[in-house]
T-cell receptor, first 113, second 114 residues
Framework: DTGVSQDPRHKITKRGQNVTFRCDPISEHNRLYWYRQTLGQGPEFLTYFQNEAQLEKSRLLSDRFSAERPKGSFSTLEIQRTEQGDSAMYLCASTLPPAGELFFGEGSRLTVL | GDSVTQMEGPVTLSEEAFLTINCTYTATGYPSLFWYVQYPGEGLQLLLK?????DKGSNKGFEATYRKETTSFHLEKGSVQVSDSAVYFCALSVSGGSNYKLTFGKGTLLTVNP
């Protein structure tokens, strides 16, 4: 399978713990995006990278959130000191401009108890 | 700011019924418009898109026409199948910017019964 892959698919954690999600984009795609989706809502943009550079961050991305893409390939999204409000599906997508279409992974579901 | 409003769900239809899911948008620039679909247990997939006014996107029997005068991009299918049961998201991306960032609607759950 050469699509976008995300790991883990589901993470259950206690409030206050740190969690990290990984995204492996389609190999030739230089753009990578993170979105958050809560129940009954559409995905909301968090941040995106072109190669290893983080070019935009949403105001939704508080100081407890950090994303990296150190070698311009896979990316990680870390949430520190998790809160119950962080419970959501975290989606990763990639693309190769100028195609424009975003290819999404299946998501990583976070449950904070 | 940019936003997408789509009809509230859930929508329940019988097989072979006609489907319309309404979508309207507000954009500061000149957007490209998309419909994404999310089947149970799967990631979002692009269903169709249109990049300029009066363009019609089509795929798998679904169609949507970019109407600039009414700022709409309604999704239609003449005869739905059980396999079309999914959540449908309308989205836009503002042209002129290079970030290809998508703004999504809340999604509409479609259930098709045999």
């Amino acid at each position: 399978d050469t699509g976008v892959s995300q790991d883990p698919r589901h993470k259950i954690t206690k409030r206050g713990q740190n969690v990290t999600f990984r995204c492996d984009p389609i190999s030739e795609h230089n753009r990578l995006y993170w979105y958050r989706q809560t129940l009954g809502q559409g995905p909301e943009f968090l941040t995106y990278f072109q190669n290893e550079a983080q070019l935009e961050k949403s105001r939704l991305l508080s100081d407890r959130f950090s994303a990296e893409r150190p070698k311009g390939s896979f990316s990680t999204l870390e949430i520190q000191r998790t809160e119950q409000g962080d419970s959501a599906m975290y989606l990763c997508a990639s693309t190769l401009p100028p195609a424009g279409e975003l290819f999404f992974g299946e998501g990583s579901r976070l449950t904070v108890l | 700011g940019d936003s997408v409003t789509q009809m509230e769900g859930p929508v329940t239809l019988s097989e072979e019924a006609f489907l319309t899911i309404n979508c309207t948008y507000t954009a500061t620039g000149y957007p490209s418009l998309f419909w994404y679909v999310q089947y149970p247990g799967e990631g979002l997939q692009l269903l169709l898109k249109a990049t300029k006014a009066d363009d019609k996107g089509s795929n798998k029997g679904f169609e949507a026409t970019y109407r600039k005068e009414t700022t709409s991009f309604h999704l239609e299918k003449g005869s739905v199948q059980v396999s079309d049961s999914a959540v449908y998201f309308c989205a836009l991306s503002v042209s002129g910017g290079s970030n290809y960032k998508l703004t999504f609607g809340k999604g509409t759950l479609l259930t098709v019964n045999p």
